[in-house]
């Protein structure tokens, strides 16, 4: 019992790091993400993690408490989803009650607005490193190139929502791990 109650500590605290270190919403936690969950506790796979991923990016919600819902969930049922979400959860909210009590003398501040425009920057920087990531560890064949291909050519040349190629990707794997089955009996 108390081992459990440890555990979910455990779980809870390091969501809440997670939720307080990420600014950018969810893909720049993807990131922190497989830094600590995956490396340093190793409760899931760089691989189940990009498909929590996944999940959490065709459901509705915030992606980033949605894949930490699918981590907790993984790691210890159910205490360890509500865990994973109340952790990752409760940065932000503390820190939008605060900035609410403030909101009008904070926003005008020279130095704020700064802080902001370097936010901005290395929260592109830690996109790119978590595309890269994704990338090697989903991108393992000509047929995942194609479909990264296709989805990255319809999106710039058309801009459809992201549910739709999210949606499109699972239909094409399950196709081809299908035909690839009946070819091998």
């Known amino acids: 019992m108390l081992a459990d109650l440890r555990e979910l500590g455990e779980i809870y605290a390091a969501f809440f790091k997670i939720g307080a270190l990420t600014f950018g919403g969810g893909y720049t936690m993807l990131a922190i993400l497989q830094q600590d969950v995956v490396r340093k506790f190793r409760w899931v796979t760089d691989e189940e993690l990009i498909d929590f991923y996944a999940i959490s990016q065709s459901l509705p919600g915030l992606i980033g408490v949605t894949t930490a819902m699918l981590v907790g969930y993984r790691k210890k049922k ?10 990752v959860a409760c940065p932000s909210v503390l820190v939008i009650l605060f900035i609410a009590m403030f909101i009008q003398n904070f926003l005008e501040l020279r130095l704020v ?19 890269l990531a994704m990338w090697k560890s989903s991108v393992k064949d000509k047929t995942c190139l194609f479909v990264f291909m296709a989805t990255l050519l319809v999106f710039l040349s058309v801009g ?7 949606v499109a990707g699972a239909a094409v794997g399950m196709a081809v791990h299908c035909l690839r089955r009946v070819r091998k009996t």
Not at 113 to 131: D, E, M, P
Not at 160 to 166: E, G, H, Q, T, Y
């Open 160 to 166: 459809v929502s992201p549910i739709l190629p999210v």
């Open 113 to 131: 607005q700064y802080a902001f425009n370097g936010i901005r920057v290395a929260v592109a920087a830690l996109i790119i490193h978590t595309a």
């Open 78 to 87: 159910f205490p360890g989803l509500a865990a994973a979400a109340f952790g």
